[in-house]
């Protein structure tokens, strides 16, 4: 645990202290790590790529404005992630769209393999998984990829607006479906 | 509780140990279990087994094939914020200073001023790049197509119900089974003669008073999409080729949630008098969305190629693989091609078992790509402002109408498997349903067409079997948690089962998102906030929804 959350004088001090551009820094250093993830969670959400991309912008810009108005976030990512989440969902509602943006996902072209057959095989598999987690119900596939972004369960739960051992219980039935494709 | 007298933890407790999400003590009686049993080591395994196939799809499939930014990411625009919440704290100062403590009514009016005045500056700014962008690009691309010689255009036309081929630039009178579309068009102001052209577009757009663009730069070509509340057409995209600034594709969004997308055809194989309805198969990428009056029927497909087409169908149905299997069935010339991605190389042979002896029909497993199968799809906007409390308060209310946490958990556990199952055959009868369209399933021999209707009733059978269990369950419940009033939304009577089986999986969608309210395992996005006396109204719809489907299936 870093100094940061064990101490929360500390953290206070620091915040007191933090000038616009030491914030600017930090919050650029972590739009650098994190948008990518971002950005490919929205367009799991159905958002087409321009739109996720000034999409994800806006979260950092969102982030920088709540720091700078004192606002206390103890987890940046889950709250760029749960903004992200809400402000996606607002765009897609304005879309006038019927369908969301939903891209052909294939295998990687190249493969790190030993042999053909084994790379034939890695893609069968990874196709099947493919398909099974398309098979998840929508908050299955939810929880599983936010999850897969490394968010908790609490967090995934304030961002989907579900009870941590809600999250729990879709996890649960998301990796018993995944887990039977994997021993097909 | 010593480790020895621990039950077998499921695998949920599992799941829970393994992400640091169990209490301290609770996850020191997992692990002491642990230790002691090679059965559960043996699930764990499992799981982190299952947990790093999840790993390496996310790193392997899903981040290479998502598309990349469409422009190279912007530094954060850092300036923009702190000008923001200067001109906020600023306009709050001149607030108070004008406040109507101190200056009643000249106070308003200046503040109100100064406010819309701000707002004018920073909406122009945000909306006059791309309006440039926009307009300069179509211009070009105006420029380019008359530089062009004339030559013949084939468009490739879909709309919710089906796809027909149009050849633009001979004389053209249109084709009955067109005019709903042209007409959409023509109320719209925007020429049906010549839909996928710059020239147009354009001149749809200059005749709109209000309208915003946008602008993508994709590698090999440039998107301009177009939106207005001034007209018909809400919403209109042009896709166009990068090295010519020819338009390639289209799609078109009407004020009655009708749409009509339309692509170039390159290939000079296509039969331009042909169109083919129903034959794009696959789990439908946005379900639950009724049928407008833009159907398409076939035109002239030979009433052979629908009685091998069911065939196909028929024997996929025989063996349960029209409930799921991403197969998808399609016409290529005279044979019906049956292509299937993500299926196990077992299913593959039982598959191709079946369906080798059929003439005229090919299988082909080969493609290594994945379907192009929806990615995670928002169905609804549930979350909007959950209002979880109220969520929190139905589930608590009905676990204490049952009698406890074990019996809600049964309770929900069932609910949601009997949804599972009714929903996979109300998207198999819709999958049916634009498989063969009322105007197919007319150019059919009498026998196709029981076979047919057979297929169809199964469906509505074993989902009406499903979709009762649920009401029986929950009716008795819900009436003691609010669920009440029960308010049928009227519709009118759906013409064909073709288009009931849209009204029918509209309605099932709508179902299952305010059982998972109710149920507190989805947020409820709700504005009344009454879920339980909703979810009363929508089971009875289904109900009557369903047997509007099968009285339309018995028909004839």
Redesign the interface.
């Known amino acids: 645990m870093s100094s940061f959350a064990s101490d929360e004088q500390f953290v206070g001090l620091i915040r007191q202290e933090q000038t616009g551009t030491s914030l600017q820094d930090r919050v650029a250093r972590l739009f650098e790590e994190a948008r990518d993830d971002v950005y490919r969670y929205l367009l799991t959400l159905g958002l087409y790529p321009p739109q996720a991309q000034e999409a994800v912008q806006e979260v950092f810009l969102r982030l920088y404005a709540a720091e700078r108005k004192g606002e206390e976030i103890q987890n940046p990512r889950a709250w760029i992630f749960r903004v992200a989440h809400n402000l996606g969902l607002k765009i897609r509602a304005r879309q006038h769209s019927e369908e969301p943006f939903n891209p052909d996902v294939a295998t990687p072209s190249t493969t790190q393999a030993a042999t053909p057959e084994t790379e034939l095989l890695e893609r069968e598999r990874m196709t099947r998984f493919h398909s099974a987690v398309n098979g998840l119900s929508e908050q299955q596939r939810r929880c599983l990829f936010l999850r897969m972004e490394g968010l908790r369960y609490p967090q995934i739960g304030s961002t989907l607006g579900i009870s941590p051992s809600a999250v729990g219980e879709f996890l649960r039935r998301a990796m018993v479906r995944l887990k039977k494709v994997r021993d097909e | 509780m010593s480790s020895l007298d621990m039950r077998h933890p499921e ?2 407790l599992l ?2 140990y393994l ?3 169990l209490p301290g003590r609770k996850a020191r009686q997992v692990r002491a279990h642990l230790e002691a049993c090679w059965q559960c080591r043996a699930q764990v395994e ?2 982190e ?3 790093g ?6 790193q ?12 190279a ?6 300036e ?3 000008a ?2 200067a001109a906020q704290s600023w306009s709050i100062r001149l607030a108070r200073f004008f406040s109507p403590r101190r200056h009643p009514v000249l106070g308003w009016a200046l503040s109100g001023a100064a406010a819309l005045a701000l707002g004018f500056i920073v909406v122009q700014q945000l909306r006059e790049t791309p309006k440039v962008e926009a307009a300069a690009l179509l211009e070009k691309a105006v420029r380019a197509s008359q530089s062009r010689p004339a030559a013949l255009k084939r468009l490739r036309i879909t709309t919710r119900g089906g796809q027909m081929t149009r050849v633009i630039g001979v004389a053209y009178k249109p084709a009955a089974r067109e005019t709903e579309i042209a007409r959409l068009f023509d109320a719209a102001h925007y020429d049906w003669n010549d839909p996928l052209s710059a020239k147009s577009f354009s001149a749809w757009r200059g005749g709109l008073a209000h309208c915003r663009d ?1 602008v ?1 730069s994709q590698p090999n070509s440039y ?1 301009i999409t177009t ?1 207005t509340d001034d007209s018909e057409l ?2 209109a995209t042009l896709k166009l080729r990068g090295s010519d600034l020819e338009p390639v594709e289209g799609r078109f ?1 009407f004020r009655n ?1 009708d ?1 009509v997308e339309m692509t170039e055809l390159v290939d000079q194989q296509t039969n331009p008098a042909s169109s083919v309805a129903g034959t794009t198969g696959g ?1 439908p ?2 379900p639950g ?1 009724p049928p407008g009056p833009l159907d398409v029927p076939a035109e002239s497909a030979e009433t052979s190629a629908f009685s091998e087409e069911l065939a196909v169908v028929s024997a996929l149905h025989g063996m349960g693989a029209d409930l ?1 299997d ?1 197969l998808e069935i399609s016409r290529e010339g005279r044979q019906v091609l049956v292509s299937g ?6 299913r593959q042979q039982q598959i191709h078992g079946l369906l080798d002896r059929l003439p005229h029909v090919v299988v082909r497993f080969e493609d ?12 609804e ?1 549930a ?2 402002d ?1 209002a ?1 409390s109220e ?2 308060t139905y589930a608590a209310r009905i676990e204490e109408r049952l009698g406890g946490r074990p019996q809600f958990e049964r309770f929900s556990s069932s609910l949601l498997d009997w949804t ?1 199952s009714a929903m996979t055959r109300a998207y198999a009868l819709r999958r049916l349903a634009q498989q063969f369209s009322a105007a197919a399933e007319n150019e059919m021999t009498a026998e196709d067409r029981r076979t047919l209707r057979n297929l169809g009733r199964e469906h509505v059978a074993a989902f009406a079997k499903d979709a009762q269990r649920v009401a029986n369950t929950l009716n008795p419940v819900l009436t003691g948690v609010g669920g009440g009033a029960a308010q049928l939304e009227s519709r009118p009577e759906a013409a064909d089962w073709q288009s009931a089986s849209e009204d029918l999986l509209a309605s099932a969608r709508r179902t299952e998102t305010l059982l ?1 309210i109710v149920l ?4 409820a996005e709700l504005s009344s906030g009454d879920a339980p006396a909703q979810l009363v109204a929508a089971l009875a719809q289904l109900s009557s929804r369903t047997e509007q489907c099968q009285r339309l299936l018995a028909g004839r």
């Not at chain 2, 392997?60 to 422009?71: E, G, H, K």
């Not at chain 2, 991605?341 to 077992?346: F, S």
């Open positions: 695998d949920g799941l829970r992400d640091g999400e499992e799981l087994s299952t947990i196939e999840c790993v390496r799809y996310r392997d499939v899903l981040t290479p094939s998502l598309p990349p930014p469409p422009q990411w912007r530094s954060l625009d850092f923009r914020v702190d923001e919440l946008a993508a998107d939106t809400l919403s969004e949630r749409w789990m990428r946005q969305v799921g991403p991605t993500g299926i196990a190389p077992q290594p790509a994945f379907p192009a199968s929806a990615m995670p799809v928002q169905s906007p979350t909007r959950a979880g969520k929190s599972d998972a507190g395992v989805a947020p």
